[in-house]
């Protein structure tokens, strides 16, 4: 069965969110269940900066090494790293139909690594156009950073499209962009607020980051099984979904 919103009617009619509920819900499911959340983006993170350090810094450091192999280094790290880093999309959707998650899943969707990687790629090409491009037409690169702010915004639907709906990378980018334009006000006020909550959190010497990262990402599981809907295995007595499967 599939629980939530209908990802043809979010295409077709469009939406309107109820953020306040959207980001009480993401909070209550934080409060009880946001161990195994932060625990896996601390890992990732953590995993992260060690390949950076190891692969990248040396690179920028010395003067031998030109900027062409710093740049190959990151899009590699960035592409061994999708498995991990899209995991947390999935662990969000997962809390959102009521599994908890648990932090050594990071490393479970290491089977899907090439469509990761594929849409890695393809999602960091789109993101990254807009800069050149400012430059060649002589605009503000400052500017660029909004087309490319919106963009990556529009691709918030993107793993779980893969993973979940099983579409290819290129399928579910033009998916995730179209589910986004038809309800852009909604979601750019809440990765305004968002974005308040983790320039808040940064004060206290990033502590806040404890709560904000898990919250984030319990929001974008929330948004995706109310606006494209989750599908889930249950028992004989469907009281709560005990199986999900991507």
Not at 103 to 126: K, M, N
């Amino acid at each position: 069965m599939r629980i939530g919103g209908s990802l043809e009617e979010s295409m077709s009619k469009g939406y309107r969110l109820d953020v306040r509920a959207i980001l009480q819900e993401s909070w209550q499911q934080t409060r009880s269940n946001g161990l195994g959340m932060l625990l896996a983006i601390m890992g990732v993170m953590a995993i992260w900066i060690l390949l950076s350090n190891v692969l990248l810094a040396p690179l920028l450091e010395s003067e031998k090494e030109g900027l062409d192999s710093a740049m190959f280094i990151s899009l590699l790290i960035t592409v061994v790293m999708a498995p991990m880093s899209s995991a947390l999309d999935m662990l969000g959707l997962q809390q959102a139909i009521g599994v908890r998650a648990r932090a050594s899943q990071v490393f479970d969707f290491f089977r899907h690594f090439l469509r990761l990687a594929l849409l890695s790629l393809l999602s960091s090409l789109l993101t990254s156009l807009f800069g050149p491009l400012f430059d060649l037409l002589g605009l503000p690169m400052m500017l660029a950073l909004i087309p490319s702010a919106l963009v990556g915004m529009g691709l918030l639907f993107t793993v779980p499209l893969v993973l979940e709906r099983g579409l290819s990378p290129a399928q579910a980018i033009l998916v995730s962009l179209k589910v986004f334009a038809r309800g852009w006000p909604s979601l750019l006020l809440l990765h305004g607020i968002m974005l308040g909550l983790c320039l808040l959190a940064m004060i206290p010497m990033g502590l806040g980051l404890i709560w904000v990262a898990p919250l984030y990402f319990n929001c974008k599981g929330i948004l995706y099984r109310e606006l494209c809907g989750v599908a889930v295995e249950v028992s004989e007595a469907p009281t709560a979904a005990d199986h999900f499967n991507a």
